[in-house]
């Protein structure tokens, strides 16, 4: 067995960022950017007033009350075409074009407007409610840069940089394989000894979640025929993910398919529970991750090495989740494996963290999995542990 430090490594060596494409600024959310974005326009494009009120010449009401006569209107898409002389105003809105002439605005509730003419009643120094062409930004700025994730927030600036196109990293294609004699679609007739497949919803699920196009081939019985046809069925995915039979049991036929398709096996044992036989491999230069069958630990797994395998195809950093609680109850010592225990996590008043793994944590336990709201990380040989200390814990947000 190997350290589940060295089986990621192992997972991640040789993966590289997938090239980029081109997509419309409205498919652009949860994308990751493949280059930097550079401003097309300066935002504000020109000045613009930040009140409702009057465009004035500061010196025009340095001393006030000052009258002005009215000289037009400027609104937003509608500025006024002439240019402010002294002793005049223009009425302007909020994000309305400064017209020339003016440097100040007035704002309305310091004005009094009677028929033709408008009387200030407030001085206003030179600057006062205008925003500078460029206050946010102007054009060759660079805002965006590549591995940013897409999100509301900055497709609203992509939007005012002018940009109608993103290049993004192209969505990493996953085949999702799962495999078993007893395992069945969800809704289908089960025999006594059949069970609905849980594995290959749930991987799709995390892989969608996680910036990935999940492909769901199928399920493959246990015979080297129905395994052959599936994998190759899985041809032109970036990652084959295949769930059961990573084990060397009689009817365990995965490792012995993926061989005779042409698959350089790199390991298949990683000391941790639950996830012990996991497989990683190369099929003709794809990447192939073997999970276990038993549910919680092919889940675990693909939290631990399918999701960083993920972010390395899109560019992205390795996200470091972990984060660190107090025990809510004691634990005995650990053995020569790496523990993730299924746990609640709460938060005190006073902000303390608590995690406080359940009772059950047996690895076909789903529903445990489906509770918990994070993994308590137990190093190999970990000392017994008592309620109160600190811990490490993953919290589980992200599956």
């Known amino acids: 067995m190997i350290a589940v430090e060295t089986a990621l490594e192992r997972v991640l060596a040789g993966l590289r960022p997938l090239a980029g494409e081109s997509v419309a600024l409205p498919q652009a959310l949860g994308r ?22 009057w465009a004035v010449r500061a010196a025009d009401v340095a001393a006030v009350p000052a009258r002005l006569a009215v000289a037009g209107t400027s609104a937003a898409g509608h500025p006024f ?6 002793g005049q105003a223009v009425r302007i809105f909020t994000g309305a074009p400064l017209p020339d002439g003016a440097d100040a605005v007035a704002r309305q509730e310091d004005c009094r407007a009677e028929g033709g003419a408008v009387t200030v009643t407030v001085g206003i120094p030179p ?8 206050l946010d930004f102007a054009v060759g700025d660079v805002l965006l840069t590549a591995g940013t994730v897409m999100d509301p927030r900055r497709i609203g600036l992509a939007a005012a940089m002018n940009i109608p196109w993103l290049p993004v990293r192209r969505r990493p ?8 004699d007893e395992i069945r679609m969800p809704g289908e007739p089960l025999a006594p000894a059949q069970i609905p497949g849980s594995n290959g919803p749930a991987l799709a699920a ?52 993926l ?19 996991l497989m990683c491999g190369r099929l003709r230069g794809t990447p192939v991750l073997g999970l276990p069958g038993n549910p919680v630990a092919a889940l675990v797994c693909a939290t631990l090495f399918l999701v960083p395998m993920l972010r390395t195809l899109a560019g992205l950093a390795l996200y470091d989740g972990d984060t660190t609680a107090i ?19 709460e938060r005190r008043p006073d ?47 992200g599956i």
Do not use: C
Request: aromatic share 4%; charged share 20%; glycine share 10%.
């Open 327 to 345: 025990l809510g109850r004691d634990l005995p010592a650990n053995d020569d494996r790496q523990d993730y225990l299924r746990s609640s996590l």
């Open 173 to 180: 294609r996953v085949a999702v394989l799962s495999t078993g």
């Open 351 to 397: 902000g303390t963290l608590v995690a406080t793994p359940f009772a059950k944590q047996d690895s076909a336990v789903l529903s445990g999995l489906a509770a918990a709201d994070a993994l308590v990380v137990r190093p190999p040989h970990a000392p017994a542990a008592k309620a109160g200390e600190s811990v490490t814990v993953l919290p589980l947000a």
């Open 127 to 134: 600057g006062k409610f205008v925003r500078p062409a460029g």
């Open 259 to 277: 061989a005779e398709a042409g698959m350089a096996l790199d390991f298949w044992k990683v000391a941790m529970r639950p996830g012990k036989p």
């Open 32 to 53: 990751v950017l493949a280059a930097d974005l550079a401003a097309r326009v300066s935002h504000p494009p020109l000045a613009v007033s930040s009140m409702d009120g």
């Open 81 to 86: 075409a002439g240019t402010v002389r002294t």
């Open 206 to 257: 995390l892989i969608e979640a996680s910036g990935g196009l999940p492909m769901i081939v199928g399920i493959a019985s246990d015979t080297a025929e129905s395994l052959a046809g599936l994998i190759a069925a899985a041809e032109g995915a970036d990652l084959l993910v295949i769930s059961g039979g990573a084990s060397v049991g009689d009817y365990d036929m995965v490792a012995p398919a």
